[in-house]
């Protein structure tokens, strides 16, 4: 793993009115910054900036040689701050409602006006980490050559809300709050059908079935790695997804966007809807010509971008293989799947 790198951002003023000190930590893999193209990796909810490597959590997808090749381009990936990856007590934020998916975007946006960074090539995050990277956008619409969303949206719709609010009520209320948080949410990160495949109702012993033992798996396991103030916070950015906040409407906003938007989006997405991410396509469509989306199909749910590594890389190999790329593959942007 590489090191982890820190920027402090001072008076930082948040949404809400508030004002503070944030620690703002990275971790860069690949060439080395400023000597190639850069790709942002935004993490997910629980996940952090350890993107490739041994241990990193999208390393079938970022590597020497693989679809985003560590050989070609810059990998920064920043940690949403308070998410604890630095083991740093002091750096977890308590006030969680004081921040937005906005603010997060505005924070990543003056990491990269320290680190001296005004082009990416790509920008590319899964779940939160892909409203973040559609925040980015529209904070920076001239930022970002490559804007690739991954089971997400530009928005977080009544039945996400719906479920963080839930989730915050476990989370504030649980006498075992990560634990019962985190089993509550794989049941939306998987399907009915993806659970019926891996269990087959089957019993670990006669009292206990083998899908309860997974969920208490997971989270005592989330539990034993992960902060409650970083979860609370987590689910609070995860609540506040929206673009057109006190921005505009959603034409207005995207239409000054000048990246070319890759949606990659999951059928059967219990968390953020296949159905949004097309009505999203054909509202841009209507403005863009560099807009395209892809489908990974799965009966595993919102967690298949973790899981269908194979699909990814074929949705993702022509945006990022720059070096072999003809002039007409340049100007092609993602296909169209059968719905």
């Not at 997400?152 to 039945?159: I, L, P, Q």
């Not at 034993?224 to 997804?241: D, E, G, V």
Request: aromatic share 10%.
């Amino acid at each position: 793993m590489t090191s982890l790198k820190h920027l402090t951002i001072l008076n930082f003023n948040l949404t809400s009115g508030v004002s503070q000190n944030i620690r703002l930590s990275y971790q860069l893999f690949g060439k080395p910054l400023h000597e190639a193209p850069i790709v942002l990796v935004n993490h997910a909810l629980t996940g952090n900036s350890n993107v490739c490597g041994k241990t990193g959590w999208w390393n079938d997808l970022i590597g020497e040689n693989k679809c985003i090749d560590t050989n070609q381009f810059t990998i920064l990936a920043f940690n949403i701050p308070g998410n604890g990856f630095d083991a740093i007590d002091e750096h977890l934020i308590k006030n969680y409602k004081d921040f937005t998916a906005c603010n997060i975007a505005e924070l990543f946006a003056e990491g990269l006006k320290q680190l001296k960074i005004n082009q990416l090539f790509a920008v590319i995050g899964g779940s939160i980490g892909g409203g973040i990277a559609w925040e980015l956008a529209a904070l920076k619409p001239n930022l970002i050559e490559h804007l690739i969303p991954v089971a997400s949206d530009w928005k977080s719709t009544d039945w996400l809300i719906a479920n963080c609010h839930i989730q915050d009520s476990i989370l504030n209320h649980s006498i075992t709050p990560l634990v019962d948080a985190r089993m509550h949410a794989m049941t939306l990160y998987r399907t009915p059908e993806s659970f019926t495949n891996k269990f087959q109702r089957t019993e670990l012993s006669k009292a206990h079935f083998n899908v309860e033992s997974w969920l208490d798996h997971h989270g005592k396991a989330l539990n034993q790695r992960f902060h409650l103030s970083a979860y609370k916070l987590m689910n609070q950015i995860l609540k506040t997804i929206d673009i057109t906040k006190n921005r505009g409407t959603f034409s207005e906003v995207v239409s000054a966007i000048n990246s070319n938007i890759h949606i990659v989006t999951i059928p059967s997405d219990l968390f953020f809807k296949s159905e949004e991410n097309w009505d999203t396509y054909v509202d841009l469509k209507l403005m863009k010509h560099e807009v395209g989306i892809s489908e990974i199909k799965s009966i595993h749910g919102h967690d298949a971008f973790l899981i269908e590594y194979e699909q990814l890389k074929k949705i993702l190999n022509p945006i990022f293989k720059i070096n072999k790329r003809t002039k007409n593959e340049k100007d092609t942007y993602s296909h169209i799947r059968n719905r």
